[in-house]
């Protein structure tokens, strides 16, 4: 689940793709629109650099049809804390390819991963 803050100062809920992952994405847009969800995260389960444009047309304009929003790109790209600064440079060049999915799909945020590891694991070295 996705907490908004909405025009009107209220909270708005969005409907998360965890659950969907081993679902299509139509699975996933169904249900937020059958359960009234304003928005969804979409993941990078669906929606990831390489689809074809036609494909991710079809799902932008499914949640526009739908009367959703994308609230979130969740992408599993990062890891910065635990790479190399060549394997981060990579990972940086991928998530400029989810910043432009994401403005192709309005989305109003991108969720990044700073590093694959509970905080209260991650060694010094991943802080600094």
């Known amino acids: 689940m996705v907490l908004r803050l909405g025009e009107k100062g209220m909270f708005e809920l969005g409907l998360s ?3 969907f992952d081993d679902r299509p994405v139509w699975d996933h847009l169904d249900a937020a629109t059958r359960f ?3 928005c969804v995260e979409l993941r990078s389960t669906h929606v990831k650099p390489g689809i074809p444009e036609e494909e991710l047309a079809k ?4 949640i526009e049809d739908s009367g959703l929003y994308t609230s ?3 992408c599993f790209v990062g890891n910065y804390g635990l790479c190399s600064d060549e394997e981060c440079e990579r990972a940086f060049e991928t998530f400029k390819q989810y910043v432009e999915l994401a403005c192709f799909l309005n989305s109003e945020m991108i969720r990044i991963w700073p590093a694959w590891q509970e905080s209260s694991s991650a060694p010094e070295s991943v802080w600094a």
Request: charged share 15%; hydrophobic share 25%; glycine share 16%.
């Open 17 to 19: 793709g965890q659950m």
């Open 36 to 38: 009234g969800y304003r």
């Open 59 to 62: 799902i932008r304009s499914t």
């Open 72 to 74: 979130c790109l969740s």
